[in-house]
């Protein structure tokens, strides 16, 4: 039985899924909203004043500042925050939050957004709190609910978002300006939710495995010696920038390895899903050599895994789960695959051109033009989850 069914041009919601009403499309709703309007502009406005396209202005810091923070908060923040909500009972076989339970998290986490940007450093402290608040009630969600589900997806799953949500807790009181802390707070917060959230569309899409009790011990033991050597690499100095690539690049080939994800990948087949899933993995990889091999250029790394890796697969994600609940893709199948493909470019032309000295306006027509067709028509769909009555138009 699906989550909506036809009758009269609307979808109704089962009596079977009552206890199950989605959460998440509000959260990423917010996070739509946000970066459409907010965040990818100044992002590029910032990347056009650091080019010399446009003169800078005496508000830069202040606008790359609002940048950081609705970037990190609410477009990576509360997506993954939704994606977390919505698959982690699923991931780790326990019972789901009631709505009313986490439901005031975005709002509290956007006013803490807000206060954050005002300048007056006892508002803004009041915005960090507000913000960590969020997100240590969501690790404290996300625990609970590991704990009532399978004891042993507790290693493997449960401490990913454990230490992916207390890092996002911290990241308000760390400085985001410095590209290098920055990164760690998207590969130790963000992308470390998205790889445990991830493993339902692995496991229930793909088809591929489940972590064994051995598997998903190295994998866990992995993942958290990627995160100290890296957070010892960028807060206490020490020269451990290889050793965290090394983690890093093991972090990812044994969630590759241990999942089986190949293998599920090439019987699947061509689809959207797949390819965000293979750039994912290649754009993290890319990063973790380029830490081995070479001294970091962190602004470009950042924006190579936000970009790359992380974006992707908010784009595939997003797409799909809305159009799952709606009961409509926001895009076709087709378009979704086109669009995930086109917007490589994006951190192609951020990243690498940064790296290799390559800059174009291009850039910023194309990341403009990708992004804010995506967010146009998934914010439609989100509409459709919140109004599930209303009839297509």
């Not at 967010?375 to 919140?386: D, E, G, N, S, T």
């Amino acid at each position: 039985m699906g989550l909506f069914k036809r009758k009269e041009s609307s979808y109704k919601i089962s009596s079977m899924q009552r206890t199950r009403i989605p959460v998440f499309h509000r959260f990423w709703g917010a996070a739509i909203l946000a970066s459409l309007f907010i965040g990818f502009p100044l992002g590029s406005w910032v990347w056009s004043v650091l080019n010399g396209i446009v003169d800078n202005t005496m508000l830069y810091d202040e606008l790359r500042a609002i940048h950081l923070t609705v970037q990190v908060f609410v477009f990576f923040g509360l997506f993954v925050a939704g994606f977390a909500l919505q698959s982690g009972a699923h991931v780790l076989g326990g019972s789901p939050p009631k709505s009313e339970q986490v439901i005031w998290i975005y709002p509290l986490i956007l006013l803490g957004v807000l206060l954050r940007v005002i300048p007056s450093a006892n508002i803004q402290i009041a915005g960090n709190v507000l913000i960590t608040a969020g997100n240590l009630w969501l690790l404290f969600v996300m625990l609970r609910t590991a704990l009532g589900g399978d004891k042993t997806r507790l290693v493997p799953i449960a401490s990913l978002f454990v230490i992916g949500f207390l890092v996002l807790a911290t990241a308000p009181w760390l400085d985001l300006s410095d590209a290098s802390q920055g990164f760690f707070v998207l590969w130790s917060g963000i992308f470390l939710i998205v790889l445990a959230a991830g493993q339902q569309l692995i496991a229930n899409v793909l088809s591929a495995k489940r972590f064994n009790r051995l598997g998903g011990m190295l994998f866990a033991l992995t993942t958290l010696a990627s995160v100290v050597a890296l957070g010892l690499t960028v807060f206490a100095g020490l020269n451990l920038l290889q050793v965290a690539g090394i983690l890093m690049a093991l972090t990812v080939v044994s969630y590759i390895g241990f999942l089986g994800v190949i293998p599920a990948l090439i019987k699947t087949g061509f689809t959207s899903l797949v390819i965000a899933f293979v750039f994912n993995f290649f754009w993290a990889l890319v990063i973790a050599f380029s830490l081995i091999f070479a001294d970091p250029a962190w602004d470009a790394i950042v924006h190579i895994l936000a970009l790359g890796s992380i974006t992707t697969m908010i784009i595939a994600v997003g797409a799909r789960v809305l159009g799952f609940f709606s009961g409509k893709g926001a895009l076709s199948e087709g378009a979704l695959t086109i669009l995930i493909i086109g917007w490589q470019l994006v951190p192609l032309f951020r990243g690498g051109g940064q790296i290799l000295d390559f800059r174009s306006v291009f850039f910023i027509f194309w990341l403009e033009l990708l992004f804010s067709l995506w967010a146009i028509l998934c914010f439609r769909r989100v509409l459709k989850v919140m109004n599930p009555d209303k009839a297509e138009e």
